[in-house]
């Protein structure tokens, strides 16, 4: 298992670029979506995403390893000799795949403000995965920080349900089976791609190549699902402006960030990362789009910063993945004992 350790400094910068980058990926988004006259296919974005991010991962891994021959060894071991590696890494981004799909599902079958709770339980959901899947334990701090965030989240993007007079045909059990898929989906996946990344000692750039070569794969099966009649009719890029270009790139390099935040530190903190960065994405949108800030808002917002000191508390490291103890080591600890 690989032990690498970087240093605490490493690891909050990091973080907090990760947070920068999501928060502004967040506000560049939304103007994409609301102002562009030409709106273009978000799934096309994502796939485009994903080949940068396999561009970024294969220029980070001829970094790595300082030379062509040695990056082509790599690349024909890993990558064209390794299919159960390849098939390993496919889990994640089918996984997530499912989790984008549920998620639409539950929109459509729920308020939006009773799909902003519910959807929260990612949260705990991650954490709960973490404990089972990578044998770690949390304190009864860290817990109740967990369920503090998720409550701060909540609150954060709490808005009341406005009432219309289209009435709308919703099914909510539908809903509710969906938002809990996309739930379970979305732990699952962080937790699993975490345990290969630190459960071997192969490069994370190899890793990610891995992962992102079945995330083009899938993420051009839902182009084609999706917006198949209309990219064929109006193009690839149909509607794609500089600011969707520096969308694309924040989510690219976001995603590079997110890896080595899971790789050094843990899918928790990447979460606490995240809840930081939607409220800083909501304290721009208030400058850039006349947001009104509410009671709701503040009282998540400081929910959120109190729950990321207290997760911060204990002085334990729950970056690395627990190692089964063998039974010759079980049998000294009975004999000391």
Same mark, same amino acid.
């Given at each position: ?57 294969? &220029? ?46 539950? $929109? ?20 709960? %995965? ?10 009864? $701090? ?42 379970? %989906? ?45 990219? $064929?009719?109006? &193009? ?54 006349? $947001? ?12 959120? %910063? ?32």
């Amino acid at each position: 298992m690989a032990s690498e350790s970087v240093s605490v400094i490493f690891k909050i910068y990091c973080l907090a670029v990760m947070t920068l980058i999501a928060a502004a990926y967040t506000v560049a988004l939304r103007y994409t979506r609301t102002v562009s006259s030409d709106l273009y296919f978000s799934t096309t974005a994502v796939c485009l995403t994903e080949l940068i991010k396999l561009l970024l991962s294969l &220029g980070m891994l001829v970094r790595e390893t300082g030379d062509l021959g040695r990056f082509r060894s790599a690349v024909v071991s890993h990558i064209f000799k390794s299919p159960k590696e390849l098939l390993k890494l496919s889990v994640p981004s089918v996984v997530y795949a499912i989790q984008n799909n549920m998620a639409f599902v539950a $929109l459509s079958n729920l308020d939006a403000a009773v799909y902003q709770v519910t959807y929260q339980l990612k949260i705990p959901c991650t954490a709960l %995965c973490t404990v089972l899947m990578l044998g770690r334990s949390l304190s009864r $701090l860290q817990w109740f920080s967990v369920f503090m965030l998720c409550g701060g989240v909540t609150l954060v993007q709490w808005t009341p349900p406005q009432s219309t007079k289209v009435q709308v045909e919703q099914n909510p059990f539908l809903g509710f089976m969906a938002i809990a898929v996309a739930v379970l %989906c979305s732990g699952f996946a962080g937790v699993y791609f975490e345990k290969v990344l630190k459960s071997s000692d192969t490069s994370l750039w190899v890793r990610n190549i891995q992962m992102y070569l079945s995330g083009i794969v899938v993420t051009l099966i839902g182009v084609f699902m999706t917006d198949g009649a209309q990219v $064929l009719e109006k &193009g690839f890029f149909y509607g794609y402006t500089p600011w969707v270009c520096l969308v694309i790139f924040l989510a690219s390099v976001g995603g590079m960030y997110t890896s080595v935040v899971v790789k050094y530190t843990d899918n928790i903190m990447k979460g606490f990362s995240a809840a930081a960065a939607i409220v800083l994405s909501t304290v721009a949108s208030v400058v850039l789009f006349g $947001l009104q800030i509410t009671a709701t808002f503040l009282g998540g917002a400081l929910l959120v %910063c109190v729950s990321i000191y207290l997760y911060g508390l204990p002085k334990q490291d729950t970056s690395r993945v627990q190692k089964p103890s063998t039974d010759g080591e079980d049998t000294q600890k009975l004999i000391a004992v």
